[in-house]
């Protein structure tokens, strides 16, 4: 019941090229940009993508990511086992005066 | 290198009013035009933004949870604190305070820097 709608789970081999979806409606991704985080096991998020498309210092230019309308996606090329985490977008909806999320997806690396 | 630290009782009894605070370290809660907010993190409902505030006072607040929340800010200790009232068993999670990466208003979505978080049970 997240605002924001991602897959659960999505997986991928090493050195693949894996995609997250983040779906929204007008008045979130519509209107707004979006922001990824990866979370791993016990601890807190971690910025990986601001403003749809940017990327903090420090992040890897494996990451990118995209926004088009009300979809958003995350891309992480060049897959690594220490991929393996919990990936959640975020943006500000203009209707609940709110930052919203996605329900996170689990990112598996076979 | 900012840092952010959660602290508060693990434990808050139903119908009661959990308490955190958030000390910041390694520079001034007054420097730079952040929103410093309050987050948490439950199983069943993923992440949710609490609220937001700036080193002024000046708050954005969750609407979900207006009424029961309070976030203040205590310059002279670095610090800032939230206030939930009347908790009940859906406000068991853990409680992350973070600072944006961007300045303004604008950029409180933009979570930077987190506490380790705290995990608080109702």
């Known amino acids: 019941q997240s605002v924001l709608t991602q897959p659960p789970s999505v997986s991928g081999t090493p050195g693949q090229t894996v995609t997250i979806s983040c779906s929204g409606s007008?008045?979130?991704?519509?209107?707004?940009?979006v922001n990824w985080y990866q979370q791993l096991p016990g601890t807190a998020p971690k910025l990986l993508i601001y403003r749809s498309n940017q990327r903090p210092s420090g992040v890897p230019g494996r990451f990118s990511g995209s926004k088009s309308g009300t979809s958003a996606s995350l891309a992480i090329s060049g897959l690594q086992s220490e991929d393996e985490a919990d990936y959640y977008c975020?943006?500000?909806?203009?209707?609940?005066?709110?930052?919203?999320f996605g329900g996170g997806t689990k990112l598996t690396v076979l | 290198q900012l840092q952010l630290q959660e602290s508060g009782p693990g434990l808050v009894k139903s119908s009661e009013t959990l308490s955190l605070t958030c000390t910041v370290s390694?520079?001034?809660?007054?420097?730079?035009?952040?929103?410093w907010g309050w987050l948490r993190q439950t199983p069943g409902k993923g992440l949710e933004w609490i609220g937001s505030?700036?080193?002024?006072?000046?708050?954005f607040y969750n609407p979900s949870l207006r009424g029961r929340v309070t976030i203040f800010v205590d310059t002279s200790e670095n610090q800032f604190s939230l206030k939930l009232t009347s908790v009940t068993a859906a406000d068991t999670a853990v409680y992350y305070c973070?600072?944006?990466?961007?300045?303004?208003?604008?950029?409180?979505?933009?979570?930077?820097?987190w506490g380790q978080g705290t995990t608080v049970a109702v």
């Open positions: 390694g520079g001034s809660i007054s420097s730079g035009n952040y929103y």
């Open positions: 007008s008045s979130n991704l519509g209107g707004n940009t």
């Open positions: 505030i700036y080193y002024s006072g000046s708050t």
């Open positions: 975020s943006a500000w909806d203009d209707s609940l005066h709110a930052v919203v």
């Open positions: 973070g600072r944006p990466y961007l300045y303004g208003s604008g950029g409180l979505d933009v979570f930077y820097i």
